[in-house]
């Protein structure tokens, strides 16, 4: 029998790298071994007595670990770090900029397949399970139209794009679905919606005493991929507002699959998740994702791969006889 744990590392401790630090002891075939931070490593305060390295010296850990869980944000941190790390090391992350996965992804196959790797991009729940759920609804129902409706709950991407703009030390984005574009769907309608017309966004803003309010305001208004196609709401709040009343990170949304088996026999499918805690729940989904990583690179897999990759054996703890006698 092989005992050897899974040896992962966290790139990032912000509140994905808490989250993985917090939910990887509940993985028996898995061990934390060290931190990568970009910050100095004596001002990070951990949960866990592993080492916090400087991403400077990430090449003198290439043997030791086994996999690295990138925890930056798909705005600034991953599209530079990823293909860094992808080098060295098997990574997974959650880069979840839609619009910009393919590019991201050619990168980190370039890297990738250059260090003899596996870079796992995109798994979280959107993109990763919600991804899966649209691409086995498209597959059973070819004639289908598909909605994805995330909310309500706060976007750590979009947050952390807000907290990227000059003058805001903090920020909190709730996206917001519009409840009567849902209840159509579920109806069995196929409209043509705008993006305006399925989500809301809310925008909790802390700046500095010298922000110009209104320009933070355009900006974020007008940020692409984020809030220019949307109803974007931007409120300014005190850091004690903020910490009071939107200190949590719920989250959840749900994909509806609408479609027909034959003429007048509509089929609705539904997949949906309310989540207390954003992080811990996209932290957990890494960690297995990050499990498939390892076995799939033993198995000589190389290069950048996402959910349509992965078969659901390589992400369990089970072995194949439990998951037929106890999940089939």
């Keep these: 029998m092989n005992n050897h744990k899974i040896k992962v590392a966290i790139a990032g401790y912000g509140n994905l ?22 910050r100095n490593p004596e001002t990070i305060q951990t949960n866990s007595s592993v080492p916090v390295i400087k991403y400077d010296n990430m090449s003198q850990w290439v043997g030791k670990i086994d996999v690295v869980i990138l925890c930056g944000g798909s705005a600034t941190d991953l599209p530079i770090q990823g293909p860094a790390f992808a080098l060295f090391f098997n990574t997974v992350c959650s880069f979840d900029t839609h619009a910009k996965a393919l590019e991201y992804t050619r990168k980190m196959d370039d890297a990738a397949k250059q ?23 498209r597959s059973i129902l070819p004639n289908s139209k598909i909605y994805t409706f995330w909310g309500y709950g706060i976007s750590q991407g979009h947050s952390d794009a807000i907290r990227r703009i000059d003058g805001v030390k903090d920020a909190r984005q709730y996206t917001v679905p519009v409840k009567e574009a849902i209840d159509r769907v579920l109806a069995g309608e196929t409209p043509d919606f705008t993006k305006k017309q399925m989500h809301n966004r809310e925008c909790y803003v802390v700046v500095e005493e010298w922000a110009n309010k209104k320009k ?22 005190s850091s004690k507002e903020l910490k009071l009343n939107h200190s949590k990170l719920p989250h959840g949304g749900m994909v509806i699959g609408v479609g027909n088996t034959s003429d007048g026999v ?7 998740l309310k989540l207390d805690s954003n992080p811990e729940f996209t932290s957990s989904i890494l960690i297995s994702y990050a499990r498939a990583t390892h076995r799939m690179w033993k198995d000589g897999i190389r290069g950048a791969k ?19 006698t106890q999940i089939l």
């Design 266 to 272: 509509k089929q609705v499918l539904q997949f949906s």
């Design 115 to 137: 260090g003899d790797t596996i870079a796992m991009t995109s798994i979280g729940w959107d993109p990763g399970l919600f991804s899966q759920m649209r691409l086995l609804i």
């Design 17 to 38: 790298g808490k989250g993985v630090e917090s939910q990887i002891v509940k993985n028996t075939d898995m061990e934390l071994v060290c931190i990568f931070t970009r």
């Design 216 to 237: 933070i305001e355009e900006k974020i208004k007008s940020m692409s991929n984020y809030f220019d196609e949307y109803d974007t709401t931007v409120n300014f709040v």
């Design 306 to 324: 996402n959910f349509s990759d992965v078969a659901p054996k390589y992400i369990s703890n089970m072995n194949y006889e439990d998951i037929i």
